[in-house]
Nanobody, 124 residues
Framework: QVQLVESGGGLVQAGGSLRLSCAAS????????MGWFRQAPGKEREFVAT????????YYADSVKGRFTISRDNAKNTVYLQMNSLKPEDTAVYYC?????????????????WGQGTQVTVSS
């Protein structure tokens, strides 16, 4: 069974930065694509960023491109999301997820394991 545990969320002012981490259990972490999604109150969960099994490919939602960076450390079974120039509209619960694929994946139904989420709140 795979467990994903996010950390690093919090309250930050607009223009600030946060770094989210997602630690995964299991020995197959390096085989699969990882992704970050977010869900704001009253809205559907949306794709944020994805990274392929070896970090060679990444893809971002247009809304975060140029501000967020996804990375992974397979030796530590951890995926990261560096978030810079944060905006109030980035406020959401952020979830990491493990894909069924090794190539980049942007749809939530391409992921079969999910963390519990970490709250990010950006004040104006």
């Amino acid at each position: 069974q795979v467990q994903l545990v996010e950390s690093g969320g919090g309250l930050v002012q607009a223009g600030g930065s946060l770094r989210l981490s997602c630690a995964a259990s299991g020995r197959t972490f390096s085989t699969y694509t990882m992704g970050w999604f977010r869900q704001a109150p009253g809205k559907e969960r949306e794709f944020v960023a994805t990274i392929s099994w070896n970090g060679g490919s990444t893809y971002y939602a247009d809304s975060v491109k140029g501000r967020f960076t996804i990375s992974r450390d397979n030796a530590k079974n951890t995926v990261y999301l560096q978030m810079n120039s944060l905006k109030p509209e980035d406020t959401a619960v952020y979830y990491c997820a493990r894909s069924v694929y090794s190539r980049v994946a942007v749809r939530s139904n391409e992921y079969n394991y999910w963390g519990q989420g970490t709250q990010v709140t950006v004040s104006s």
